[in-house]
């Protein structure tokens, strides 16, 4: 236990509605705590992006104590508590468990039901819903330096595993047995990167040595969590970093349908354009700008969509390119899920990078007012930087939006009013 003189967290650095969930259910009797990324965050000095609490109580008791809340997941059950656009995810304290519940598969809705805890033949764990003590909760925990808790009871930090030591020393060490957790549960593997890039801490051995040998088993994860990791990977602000690490681990070739070529190999300009669009994501994010997803997607799977649309016959229209898209999609459907909402937009950028090149007044008309004009502005210019000739229509379009109404005009005048489709007379 490490009193408030001795570590730097202050109450008025934590949100507030992650203090009123705290003190609800402090007064409802139970225990409460602020933990993991918040607190690791509070004691860097960086800006926690969400704030996570662990109790003593039930998720039913949680649900109970605050109106706006509802427990989700099933395989691993937590409550989330909602104060405006704030949610603030509540945890109950998890225990240890025995392998007894052997299952052959994902356990089917019935059995995320009756039983409480699972893991698979390979030791992976399926359910796992046996709660516990805080002492356990912080053997079930990741890394050492996300098993610091944080009261308002007393203002006290508590430290089971030395993640306060760790944290001083910028290293990152997997809590227990190395193989073992990540056998439990193989997205621990991208955990590891992603705070290895994002705090910039260095693995410690033990940590990261079995990553080259089990990095297959996220090849068992399901589908929709990678997808969820990949965005957090993404739209973290350290994506170049990040990514840099995932292909030196070989976990892209897990994360993705395709490979990517290393960055100081000859790269394609389509290779060029995904260190870019990482490199532009975490500037953005460095300046409080948001990045859209389907805009991160769209430039990474640029490479495979460019192969697809070099091995077409004929030339390439928006009817092919829409083909090759689904193609690409449905490709990397087979890897991480990919929610239409999401692909729908990349999507419409990819569609954009045809119609940005038209010089014709119909076309510049329809892509200026396209909802995703920005995004694909901001795409063509990107092709561009890497290398791609997209006959000087970055800055054709940089112009045209700078200039005003009566240039603009005068510029239309300059591009071809699209030749008129033949009508074919009608007789009599
Ligand atoms: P950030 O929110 O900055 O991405 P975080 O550490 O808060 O980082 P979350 O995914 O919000 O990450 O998880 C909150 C905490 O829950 C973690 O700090 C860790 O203690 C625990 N945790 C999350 N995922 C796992 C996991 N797969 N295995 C063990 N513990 C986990
Ligand atoms: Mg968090």
Redesign the pocket.
């Given at each position: 236990m490490i009193p408030r003189a001795e570590h730097g967290i202050s109450r008025k650095d934590v949100s507030d509605a992650a203090l009123r969930v705290v003190y609800g259910l402090q007064n409802a009797g139970f225990a409460a705590f602020l933990?993991?990324?918040?607190v690791?965050?509070l004691l860097l000095g960086l800006h926690?992006?969400?704030f996570?609490v662990a109790t003593d109580a039930h998720p039913e008791d949680v649900r109970k104590i605050f109106r706006r809340s509802r427990i989700i997941g099933r395989r691993f059950k937590i409550v989330h508590v909602r104060f405006g656009r704030e949610i603030i995810?509540v945890?109950t304290f998890r225990g240890h468990h025995e392998a007894n519940n052997r299952l052959k598969q994902v356990p089917t809705r019935e059995q995320s039901r009756k039983l409480d805890s699972a893991h698979s033949h390979a030791g992976m764990t399926l359910i796992d819903n046996v709660f516990g003590n805080i002492d356990e909760d912080a053997d079930?925990?990741?890394?050492t330096v996300?098993?610091l808790y944080y009261t308002t009871d007393g203002f006290n930090l508590l430290d089971f595993h030395d993640g306060l030591r760790d944290l001083r020393d910028r290293r990152l060490r997997i809590v227990g047995d190395a193989r073992e957790r990540y056998r439990e549960?193989p997205?621990?593997m991208l955990?590891a990167i992603?705070?290895a890039a994002?705090l910039g801490f260095t693995m410690e051995s033990e940590t990261e040595a079995p990553i080259r040998e089990l990095f297959h088993l996220l090849e068992s994860a399901s589908s929709a969590r990678l997808f969820d990791e990949l965005l957090?990977l993404l739209c973290?602000g350290h994506a170049g970093e990040t990514f840099r690490l995932l292909r030196s681990y070989r976990l892209d070739r897990i994360l993705f349908s395709h490979e990517f070529a290393e960055e100081n190999t000859a790269m394609d300009p389509a290779d060029r354009l995904v260190t870019l669009a990482l490199r532009n994501s975490d500037e953005r994010i460095a300046n409080g700008l948001g990045v859209t997803p389907g805009f991160m997607l769209a430039a990474l799977l640029w490479p495979p969509l460019q192969r697809q649309s070099r091995n077409l016959d004929g030339a390439l229209n928006l009817a092919r390119l829409g083909e090759c898209a689904e193609r690409v999609v449905l490709a990397q459907s087979s890897q991480t899920t990919i929610p239409r909402r999401i692909s729908n937009v990349s999507k419409e950028i990819w569609e954009l990078q045809l119609r940005l090149q038209r010089r014709d007044r119909r076309s510049v008309n329809y892509c200026f007012n396209h909802p995703r004009f920005r995004a694909g502005y901001d795409f063509l210019l990107l092709r561009e930087q890497s290398g791609e000739d997209a006959g000087g229509m970055g800055e054709w379009w940089t112009n045209f939006q700078q200039v005003d109404e009566n240039q603009r005009i005068h510029l239309l005048e300059q591009v071809s009013a699209r030749p008129k489709r033949r009508r074919r007379r009608k007789r009599g």
């Open positions: 933990v993991g990324g918040c690791r965050d926690p992006k969400d996570d995810e945890t079930r925990r990741d890394f996300n098993a549960d997205v621990r955990r992603r705070f994002k957090k973290g």
